[in-house]
Structure formats: structure tokens, C-alpha cells
């Protein structure tokens, strides 16, 4: 093995774990995998150690929390300033999980699992049929503050468990992870994940105040939150279940395309049907292109991006 050569991935893992994993990082380009995987769980499970944490590493949690509470608190949607609220994050610190997990479990009967970073679709679909939400361990580097690819425990923290505290959201969660498995019988998991992309990561909702955004992927992110919201570049399409499904993703740009809901019960309601027939049509047509604009479509907002 070349000298500088990152051990391999398998030298970390329980036996067993690490072909999903290995096979899960490759089919995203740009990531590589980080954080501690050798002590971790069959289920991908690891500990805390909130000890472990370094003065700088709860400095940088501040300065994001700071710059992220300020952002959400004109552009988040109300049900997200909620759970927010509810959490009573220490703004200086990193949480500790194990008290979040207390909190939710009385609101919503959901519990925080720290987790090592990235784990294979079908873990964290079975940890989300058991309302358990897999949060990241470890926090980027300063030099990172903008931008990451992988998620790190601000992004699973700040941008996906306040609204773990909100009971729609926090049941169509759970029945996201029950469709998981489903997805894999089906060969049809990026289909699933592209449901989680547009409509966890980077949702818009619409709010007495207009339309706000609720995705953790753009509530964690310094600059695409006031874009999904405010930017004339993208298109805003009502939420359209086999539409999403049909629709390509990038993981390395803002959305050219952001869905919006009415409601979270639209979401919930989506996922009482049988999502096979929706595969089946989805794998018959072409992939969208997250550009598209189609005729079929209830458009908000046309991107200026599509008439450039
Ligand atoms: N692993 N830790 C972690 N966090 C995620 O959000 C995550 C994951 N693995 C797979 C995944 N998300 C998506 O592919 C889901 O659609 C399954
Ligand atoms: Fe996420």
C-alpha cells in the first residue's frame, strides 16, 4: 500500500458492513467517507463522547448556529422555527443527543442515533422505520464552514431534527424509512432518495408569509436557504409526487428545480400509496433533467436559469 494511502475502508468495519457501505459511497461522486467507523454498531451505531469534543470544534457549532439561526429566522418556515424552539439548543455547544432524544421522545416518540458519518441507504431506511434519525458524530473544519459535501452534525442536527419535533413531518419520516425497503426489492432506491432529496433536504412550503424553505439541506446552508427562497434563478413547483420521482438531482450545486407544498399532510398523504406503480412508471420515461419545466406542471416560479 503507497505510503499516504488512506487504509481501506474495510479495515474500519464490523465484518459484513462494508460492502453496502463501500458500494453506497461509490455511487456518490465527490465523497469519500469520513469519520470513526471501527467502533461502531452492526446497525452503523456509534457513541457520542461529547467529552471528545475540542473547544474549537464547539466554537465553530457556535458560529454556525449563530449564522444559521439568524438566516432561518426570515426565511425558515414557521414549522421549523418551532421545533427550533422546542429543542432549546445551547447556541455554544454541540448537543448532546442523548438529551434531544429525551425531548423528542415526548413529543414525538423519535430518538437521535449518533452515527459515523454516511451509512448505506438500507440502514438508515431501517433506522428511520424505527423513528430513529442517524445524526453524524463529527463536525467540519473551520475552512469548511460554507461548505461540505458530507453530512457533519450541524447539517443532521440543525437542519433535520427540529422538525423531527413536528408530528406530520415526523410520521412521514418514518413512513419514508418504511418504503426503504420496498425501494430495495424494487431496484428503485434512487427513486426513493430523490423523494428525500427535493422534499427533506431542499423543500419549500407555502406559509401565510409566502413561501419558506424547510429543507435541512438548504436551513444548513449559509447561502441556499434566502436562494430556494428569494433567487429568480430556479423554478418553484408544486410538490407532484411521481413528478419528484422522475426528476434528476445534483449534489454539488444549489437545485435548479424546488418543490413546494401546501402542507406537510400533502406529504404524509403521498406516502399512503403504493409506490410500486409510481416505479414502474418512472423507470418507463426518461429522466427529467432538474431544469425541466413541463407543460404538466403547477408552476410558481419559472427559473430565469431555463430562459438564459
Ligand atoms: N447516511 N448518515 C447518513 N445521513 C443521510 O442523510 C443519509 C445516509 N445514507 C443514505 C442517505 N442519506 C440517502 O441516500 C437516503 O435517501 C437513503
Ligand atoms: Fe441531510
Redesign the pocket.
Known amino acids: 500500500m503507497l505510503p499516504d494511502a488512506k487504509p481501506p475502508l474495510t479495515s474500519q468495519f464490523p465484518p459484513g458492513a462494508d460492502a453496502a457501505l463501500s458500494a ?1 459511497v461509490e455511487s456518490i461522486p465527490g465523497v469519500s467517507l469520513r469519520g470513526d467507523y471501527s467502533r461502531m454498531q452492526p446497525d452503523f451505531t456509534t457513541t457520542q463522547n461529547w467529552h471528545d469534543y475540542a473547544p474549537a470544534d464547539h466554537e465553530l457549532w457556535r458560529q454556525l448556529y449563530r449564522r444559521q439561526v439568524d438566516i432561518a429566522r426570515r426565511y425558515a418556515a414557521p414549522a421549523f422555527l418551532d421545533g427550533l424552539g422546542r429543542l432549546r439548543m445551547l447556541e455554544d455547544r454541540i448537543p448532546l443527543f442523548e438529551r434531544t432524544s429525551e425531548q423528542l421522545e415526548r413529543l414525538t416518540n423519535w430518538r437521535i442515533v449518533p ?1 459515523p ?5 438500507y440502514v ?2 431501517a433506522h428511520l422505520a424505527k423513528r430513529q434519525f ?1 445524526v ?1 458524530v463529527w463536525i467540519r473544519k473551520p475552512e469548511e464552514m460554507d461548505y461540505l459535501v458530507e ?1 457533519d452534525v450541524f447539517h ?1 442536527f440543525f437542519g433535520h431534527v427540529p422538525l423531527l419535533s413536528q408530528p406530520i413531518f415526523a410520521d412521514y419520516l418514518q413512513e419514508y424509512g418504511r418504503k ?1 425497503a420496498e425501494a430495495l426489492q424494487l431496484d428503485a432506491t434512487k427513486l ?2 430523490r423523494l ?1 432529496w427535493y422534499m427533506v433536504e431542499f423543500g419549500l412550503i407555502r406559509s401565510e408569509a409566502g413561501i419558506k424553505a424547510y429543507g435541512a439541506g438548504m436551513l444548513s446552508s449559509a447561502t441556499e436557504t434566502a436562494y430556494s427562497v428569494d433567487s429568480p434563478l430556479p423554478n418553484r413547483i408544486a410538490f407532484d409526487l411521481q413528478r419528484v420521482m422522475e426528476t434528476d438531482y445534483r449534489i454539488d450545486t444549489f437545485q435548479a428545480s424546488y418543490f413546494v407544498l401546501d402542507d406537510f399532510q400533502d406529504l404524509f398523504a403521498a406516502m399512503q400509496q403504493p409506490f410500486a406503480p409510481l416505479y414502474e412508471r418512472a423507470k418507463a420515461k426518461e429522466t427529467l433533467p432538474a431544469t425541466a419545466l413541463l407543460p404538466t406542471d403547477i408552476v410558481l416560479h419559472a427559473g430565469t436559469q431555463s430562459r438564459q
Open positions: 453506497f452515527v458519518g454516511l451509512i448505506p441507504d438508515f431506511f442517524p453524524t453530512p443532521d426503504g426513493l432518495s428525500f
